[in-house]
């Protein structure tokens, strides 16, 4: 008879755990949400909202009966996706898993507590579980239940610590996960939304700068951006050599180029270069290098060439097919393999001005970084400048 009141207070204590956590069982479909029929469920008594239930669970964790103690954690767990106020229980609960007599009860706070992993109080409990992994005396399914919560709180701690060094790499905001994974996928760099946006604009102005940059018709018809490349398309369509102006090709490994000139018959490129900023410089620099790379014919020209612009042009045409002397042309002669390749095989032979400026505006767009990218002006200062 004296056990009495006992049973019936465990009794009572177990029936009031096990229908406040029925409030959070898991949804089948999806072990991350709780059940949507538990979820639309009268509150049961003394209960003014489900999360409430966690100050119960609370006073259960110090129940004198394990059964209730083990339930009590288990259910504080399976409260996760109700995302509660879990910095008030979580140090009860790592308290329960260091020390509490019964092994299941710490198993079960140390399960409950990797639910949490997310959550920044969730590394407060991180020495506690450490020494209960390495804890020899206790048995393996608790060691193992705070091994595994410990690296999950890790792995998470992890996670967003380099998540909160993702920025913008032109205005350097700290930028979130899903404004990263955009950006990477769409532009290859990680942008916030408002950079992300500057750039499509700052994209769809530069192609419109560049159409109407081609101003300039030649006698044949096509339209090109300075005066220095209307005198050599102008030259070619005299010469009748056939050529692209301004179109894309891939070369090297992919890298997309887009030369000013390009003479099919001859598989020849032309440049002309209308600047020599440092900036500019370095990635004609890195385009020499392409060409050379690929194995392509280049000849540079630029702006200081204008004054002897054709006979230059005449010349350096001559190393690679023979122009008749009344203008027409014999076929492509194989020259002295040394002059093949502009400017190799000695590149610093020929850093004239000309080479030096070897990369085309019109290639650079689809390198520029996306500063470089504002500076709209190759074409601009080109034209200015051979005006
Ligand atoms: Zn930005």
Request: charged share 35%; aromatic share 6%.
């Amino acid at each position: 008879m004296a056990g009495e009141p006992h049973k019936i207070r465990q009794r009572r204590e177990r029936e009031r755990v096990l229908a406040l956590s029925h409030l959070f069982d898991p949804d089948p479909e999806n072990p991350g949400e709780i059940c949507e029929a538990t979820r639309n469920a009268p509150l049961p008594e003394g209960l003014s909202c489900r999360v409430d239930a966690a100050q119960e669970f609370l006073r259960f964790l110090k129940s004198e009966f394990s059964d209730v103690r083990r339930l009590a954690a288990s259910a504080l767990g399976k409260m996760a996706p109700e995302k509660p106020a879990a910095q008030t229980f979580l140090l009860s609960l790592a308290e329960t898993a260091a020390n509490d007599p019964h092994p299941q009860v710490r198993q079960y706070a140390a399960k409950a507590i990797g639910r949490y992993a997310e959550n920044d109080m969730a590394a407060l409990c991180l020495d506690k579980l450490k020494d209960m992994a390495r804890d020899e005396t206790a048995p393996n399914y608790v060691r193992s239940a705070a091994a595994e919560t410990v690296a999950a709180i890790e792995e998470a701690a992890k996670r967003k610590a380099s998540l909160a060094h993702q920025w913008c790499s032109r205005c350097r905001r700290i930028i979130g996960e899903a404004e990263y994974r955009d950006s990477v996928d769409r532009w290859g760099k990680p942008y916030c939304r408002h950079c992300s946006d500057e750039r499509e604009l700052e994209g769809k102005n530069f192609e419109a700068t560049v159409e109407n940059a081609k101003l300039r018709r030649t006698e044949g018809g096509t339209a090109v951006q300075s005066v220095g490349e209307k005198r050599i398309a102008e030259f070619l369509e005299q010469e009748d050599i056939a050529f692209l102006y301004d179109e894309r090709f891939r070369i090297a490994e992919g890298e997309l180029i887009r030369p000013d000139f390009y003479l099919p018959e001859f598989d020849l490129y032309i440049e002309y270069f209308g600047m020599d900023t440092p900036d500019y410089l370095a990635r004609a620099e890195k385009k020499r290098i392409l060409y050379q790379r690929a194995g392509k014919k280049l000849i540079s020209l630029s702006y200081h060439d204008d004054a002897h612009l054709i006979e230059t042009l005449r010349e350096k045409l001559s190393r690679h097919f023979r122009i008749g002397e009344d203008g027409s042309r014999a076929s492509l002669v194989p020259p002295p393999s040394a002059e093949r390749n502009e400017p190799s095989p000695s590149p610093r032979n020929e850093l004239s001005p000309s080479s030096r400026n070897e990369l085309s505006p019109q290639a650079e767009r689809n390198e520029l970084s996306p500063s470089s990218r504002n500076e709209l002006s190759p074409q601009a200062e080109r034209n200015e400048r051979s005006e």
